[in-house]
């Protein structure tokens, strides 16, 4: 939230552009400074706005800022009601997860599940170029989002489409070049191929270096991509060629698929704690798709209990009070020894589950999995934070 205030108002007191070091692609810029142009109006009409606490923006401020996520939270529910998915889009719309992401951090992953679920939506109707479009938009906002055009570029190679194909292609490259022509103009090139592309996919290179969820339970920072790394992402394209030799329409491959996409980039990628929000909408849809009662219950108890987890492992609850990170109140539920493997461990058993629940035949959900995820936190906490395992092996 500080850095978004930051260049919104380096922008509007002297005009200021530059997307050098901007810490993401250029359209959640965009959205923002028609957002913040009414802010900065009230402003010079007198509005007088207040810093509580710590936060690193003003209160009103904070809300503008956070406007078009809150929006796009809004967006994708009209989308899906307005398809006869309401059951759906009342999931996502109260899910506590994407609720706080939003509202409360203010990340912009809502952004991009919107045009995400909006290129599906497109696509179930057999529209594949404006599905195209939406998603070429969708990854251009966050990477994520060209997982579900690949493939569809990858059906027209298998189908030898290949006008559509080049029509596809052509498509992207022209939505690229337009989003990112102030990087490409302004000398970014380089931080955004180090600083997103080779962080996104987990490889060997990136800017930053944190944890994956083997790293956090090891005790060590994100070394590099591991040889099986290529495995796991090389067996979503491969499966969904399998599957749309079979079947006439992408629609649910492709929507299978990027499930599955997320959850890996989830285990084996420098994921983000707002990553788990990816296969949130999707696992909804392919619920309803399918009629798979257990997955659309259980997509929403994943937001329940990532909520919680990100919550309590990653910031802690000091950051939504008053901006601090890292500030424990609910002791000892955070900031106790051996938190990141707790997150990690927990995590992991969340997205295998969810996996299950989208591969294998429909089941009905059962409260008996909250308590299976339960007792795998409470095991974690018990060898990790009380027996201190991790400092046995050095695990911080």
Same mark, same amino acid.
Do not use: D, H
């Given at each position: 939230m500080g850095i978004w205030g930051y260049y919104q108002r380096i922008f509007y007191s002297s005009g200021t552009l530059d997307f050098r070091y901007f810490p993401t692609l250029p359209v959640i810029y965009y959205l923002q400074l028609v957002a913040y142009s009414f802010y900065t109006a009230l402003v010079d009409l007198g509005l007088r706005d207040t810093l509580l606490f710590y936060h690193t923006t003003y209160a009103i401020e904070g809300v503008f800022l956070k406007l078009p996520m809150i929006l796009a939270d809004l967006g994708v529910f009209l989308l899906l009601a307005r398809t006869s998915k309401l059951l759906t889009?009342?999931?996502?719309?109260?899910?506590?997860?994407?609720i706080y992401l939003s509202a409360a951090w203010g990340t912009y992953d809502s952004i991009m599940i919107f045009f995400l679920v909006a290129g599906f939506l497109t696509l179930e109707r057999n529209r594949s170029l404006l599905a195209t479009t939406l998603f070429a938009v969708s990854g251009l906002v966050k990477l994520f989002g060209l997982v579900p055009l690949l493939l569809l570029l990858l059906e027209s190679i298998v189908r030898r489409r290949y006008r559509v194909f080049f029509f596809q292609l052509g498509l992207f490259g022209l939505i690229s070049l337009v989003v990112l022509a102030p990087i490409v103009f302004q000398g970014g090139v380089q931080t955004f191929f180090i600083g997103f592309a080779l962080r996104f996919f987990g490889l060997s290179g990136a800017q930053t270096r944190t944890w994956n969820f083997f790293a956090a339970i090891q005790g060590t920072r994100y070394g590099g991509a591991p040889?099986?790394?290529?495995?796991?992402?090389?067996?979503v394209p491969i499966a969904f060629v399998l599957q749309i030799r079979k079947i006439r329409s992408a629609f649910l491959p492709v929507l299978q698929l990027s499930v599955i996409g997320a959850v890996l980039l989830n285990i084996f990628s420098q994921a983000e704690p707002q990553w788990l929000s990816w296969p949130? *909408?999707?696992?909804?849809?392919?619920?309803?798709?399918?009629?798979?009662?257990?997955?659309?219950?259980? @997509? +929403?108890?994943f937001g329940v209990m990532a909520t919680f987890l990100v919550m309590t492992l990653t910031q802690g609850t000091g950051y939504l009070l008053f901006g601090l990170l890292f500030t424990t109140y609910l002791a000892p539920l955070e900031g106790f020894a051996g938190t990141l493997p707790v997150y990690a461990l927990t995590t992991l058993s969340l997205l295998l589950l969810l996996i299950g629940y989208v591969?294998?035949? *429909?089941?009905?959900?059962r409260f008996e999995v909250v308590g299976l995820i339960l007792i795998i936190y409470?095991? @974690? +906490?018990?060898w990790f934070s009380i027996v201190g395992i991790g400092r046995m092996l050095g695990v911080t």
């Open positions: 889009a009342t999931l996502y719309f109260l899910n506590p997860f994407m040889p099986f790394i290529w495995l796991a992402y090389i067996s949130i *909408p999707l696992a909804l849809m392919y619920a309803a798709a399918t009629k798979r009662e257990g997955l659309r219950f259980f @997509a +929403y108890s591969v294998v035949k *429909p089941v009905k959900f409470c095991q @974690a +906490y018990f």
